[in-house]
């Protein structure tokens, strides 16, 4: 019966594989600090995008509670990317609102002209 050392060697080399994965301490803070920025440039809790960052950052610090650092990096740097998608978003809005009141001006200022001929 050759099977049980095989399939020890096999669980032991998970379990070291899982214990070889550092806290991502340092991916926390960043995605931290991207939910704040998104925060910051406007995203509110309507946004979607950030409404899955927080959830995803709430999951990774569940997952760093439990030591489970693979997933905990997982969870965070999904919650980034979406915290940087909501700041994206949120930017991109603005400055297509920009954008239109200056078309609009533009379009006062040619009327304007156009009567003073």
Aim: charged letters at 25%.
């Amino acid at each position: 019966m050759r099977i049980q050392p095989v399939v020890a060697a096999v669980l032991f080399a998970g379990l070291v594989g899982c214990a070889n994965d550092p806290a991502p301490t340092e991916q926390l803070k960043l995605t931290e600090q991207a939910v704040a920025q998104a925060q910051a440039v406007g995203a509110t809790d309507e946004e979607p995008d950030l409404v899955n960052a927080q959830t995803k950052l709430t999951q990774a610090r569940a997952d760093m509670a439990d030591q489970s650092y693979k997933a905990a990096r997982m969870h965070a740097e999904q919650a980034e990317l979406d915290a940087r998608l909501a700041e994206a978003r949120v930017l991109t809005q603005k400055s297509e609102a920009q954008v239109a009141q200056v078309n609009a001006r533009l379009e006062r200022l040619r009327k304007q002209l156009g009567a003073g001929q």
